[in-house]
């Protein structure tokens, strides 16, 4: 499913970096196959404490979010302890 929003900004320095935290938590906590239920609350917590969100921001985070995890998960491609997967 690829998410689209009309009018997004680009993002700004601050938030390109969030971002890139994001994924490298993400890619981490999905190198070995398996989502744990501690690690969606890693990644959770860093969605949570991301510093003053703007709804662009946080679309791009929960779009990387279905990137790396959602879409993988829904193909079999990873497995979700905390989805019962």
Do not use: C, N, W, Y
């Not at 690829?2 to 490298?24: C, H, I, N, S, Y």
């Not at 190198?31 to 679309?59: C, L, M, N, W, Y």
């Amino acid at each position: 499913m690829k998410m689209e929003r009309a009018g997004l900004q680009q993002p700004t320095p601050q938030e390109q970096q969030e971002l890139e935290r994001l994924k490298q938590i993400i890619e981490r906590a999905t190198a070995d196959g398996i989502v744990t239920r501690d690690e969606f609350e890693q990644i959770q917590g860093a969605i949570a404490h991301t510093k003053s969100p703007t709804s662009d921001h946080i679309f791009r985070e929960i779009a990387l979010f279905r990137q790396l995890v959602t879409a993988k998960v829904d193909a079999g491609e990873l497995g979700a302890e905390v989805l019962g997967q």
